[in-house]
């Protein structure tokens, strides 16, 4: 199991704990919600028991008792009508908004129909009482409370993630730069020598008739400035220069070809011959040589490369294809991070560092198209036009 596969794990674990925490949260608030609603309706019911004791008893003594067992609820509304629907007594309600607005208590008393059915108590013959309420304040804080909790638990989650993920990212970039600088100039020192050592063979009369030996030392050498080049770049915001597209897809292609099995069949294909793009053409290539690698890998040493460029009104479109393994669906995101390799060799950068390229430097995008294991892997790059 890899990192990322292992990663994948921990987030799956944590996101299964997280709703069983929210699960167990919402189940235990919803049974204290459901013992205060019975509490509640315990209460109403006792105090329409008072209600219909005054207004029944002929020999009540101490009526202060009778009014606190009344005023003894705090916290349930109540609206008490007669036979008629005329409000004879309230209870927990706004005072100032009784005395402010005519149509205050009416309205509430509609919510409160709408609510529950009413208590009905009987006065004497053909006259009853109607208590009606509604749940209080608190039960209704208890029942939302979880799910505001939550909001503001995720609410906390995405702020500290995004920070967290800003911090890692820059983080990162430090550290892709400053091993990207230190590798050109750890090359940068054999590189010269080499070139020195050239420049002495080609002048060398033991060398005479050998020269094919000494120019192909020569374009590897050359070969190893362009990747301390290309290193050297990273992290410093490169020229862009006006380039045919087609010219700088046919150098890296030829590059790769050149160095490939004659098992594997590259197929370039365009419409148009002309195709002006703002880029820097050692990273541009790179981008490219690693797609191709890639691609090449995915193959296995035999099998079709198609290049295909196409063309929409800002942009130019160019589509990878390989007859290569496929990558998984899980996979297609996770073959851009650094350190994902399928190789034993490598570490797993290429993508990585191509990604980076396109998006960074020349506002583009590079991504897996289209995969299906055992057919193929289609990438998409999309570069700006010039103009």
């Given at each position: ?8 794990r ?14 167990a ?33 002929t020999?009540?003594t ?18 008490s ?28 008393l ?46 906390f ?93 046919n ?23 002309d195709i ?11 981008v490219?040589e ?28 160019i ?16 073959v ?9 060799r490598?570490w ?11 998006e ?28």
């Open positions: 199991m890899n990192i990322y596969e292992r990663k994948y921990w987030k799956l674990i944590l996101v299964l704990s997280a709703l069983l925490i929210v699960a949260t919402l189940i235990y608030t919803d049974n204290l919600a459901g013992k205060l609603a019975s509490e509640e309706k315990q209460k109403v019911a006792q105090i329409a028991d008072v209600y219909h004791y005054i207004a029944t008893a020999d009540i101490d009526y202060g008792f009778l009014v606190e067992l009344i005023q003894a609820n705090k916290t349930v509304p109540i609206i009508t007669d036979n008629d629907g005329n409000i004879v007594a309230y209870l927990n309600l706004d005072t100032a908004k009784v005395a402010e607005d005519s149509s205050y208590l009416n309205r509430r509609e919510e409160m129909k709408d609510f529950a059915e009413p208590i009905k108590l009987e006065i004497s013959g053909g006259i009853y009482q109607y208590v009606y309420y509604k749940h209080s304040v608190l039960y209704t804080q208890l029942l939302y409370y979880p799910y505001v909790q939550l909001i503001i638990i995720a609410a989650l995405i702020v500290a993630y995004t920070l967290f993920n800003t911090a890692r990212k820059s983080e990162q970039n430090r550290v892709w730069v400053g091993m990207a600088k230190e590798t050109a100039h750890q090359l940068g020192t054999p590189i010269s020598s080499l070139v020195a050592w050239i420049e002495y063979l080609q002048e060398s009369p033991a060398m005479e008739g050998k020269k094919n030996i000494v120019e192909e030392m020569d374009k590897d050498v050359q070969r190893l400035e362009l990747i301390a080049d290309r290193f050297s770049k990273v992290g410093s915001q490169p020229d862009l220069t006006e380039r045919s597209l087609i010219v700088e897809l150098n890296s292609i030829d590059y790769i070809k050149h160095r490939s099995s004659k098992k594997v069949i590259f197929d370039f294909q365009y419409i148009s011959p002006p793009v703002k880029m820097n053409p050692i990273l541009f290539n790179w490219i690693n797609v191709l690698k890639n691609a090449l890998d995915a193959i296995d040493g035999s099998g079709d490369i198609k290049i295909e460029v196409t063309e929409e009104k800002d942009i130019a479109i589509d990878i294809t390989d007859s290569g393994k496929g990558i998984p669906r899980s996979k297609q995101k996770t851009f991070e650094p350190g994902y390799s399928t190789k034993k490598g797993g950068l290429g993508l990585t560092l191509a990604k980076r390229i396109m960074s430097y020349h506002n583009g995008k590079i991504f897996v198209k289209y995969s299906v294991p055992g057919k193929g892997t289609t990438f998409r790059i999309i570069i700006p036009k010039a103009g």
